[in-house]
Nanobody, 124 residues
Framework: HVQLVESGGDSVQAGGSLSISCVAS????????MGWFRQAPGKEREEVVA????????HYADSVKGRFTVTHDNAKNTLTLVMNSLKPEDTAMYYC??????????????????WGQGTQVTVS
């Protein structure tokens, strides 16, 4: 059973930076997808980035390209989202998600089967 635990959410000023992390455990096989999603009040959930276990598969939403970067620490099983040049519209609850069924990790096309509890990012 896969477990995802997010941390690092905070309140920051516009133009600032913040990193949020997701510690994953319980992957049965080596091939998986992970990603970050966000949802602001009254808005639909948006996929921010999809990350493949090969380490090179990274797909970003247009809204965050050039500002957000995803990194993965294999030893710590941690997926980190580094967010720069933050805007008020980045304010949302950010969720870590994963699928360990060996699917391809394309933005908007893979379906998470595991979710974290979320971490709040507020930009003002």
């Amino acid at each position: 059973h896969v477990q995802l635990v997010e941390s690092g959410g905070d309140s920051v000023q516009a133009g600032g930076s913040l990193s949020i992390s997701c510690v994953a455990s319980g992957f049965t096989y080596g091939r998986y997808c992970m990603g970050w999603f966000r949802q602001a009040p009254g808005k639909e959930r948006e996929e921010v980035v999809a990350f493949g276990s090969d380490g090179s598969t990274k797909h970003y939403a247009d809204s965050v390209k050039g500002r957000f970067t995803v990194t993965h620490d294999n030893a710590k099983n941690t997926l980190t989202l580094v967010m720069n040049s933050l805007k008020p519209e980045d304010t949302a609850m950010y969720y870590c998600a994963a699928n360990d069924e060996g699917i391809d990790c394309y933005l908007g096309s893979w379906g998470p089967t595991y979710w974290g509890q979320g971490t709040q990012v507020t930009v003002s």
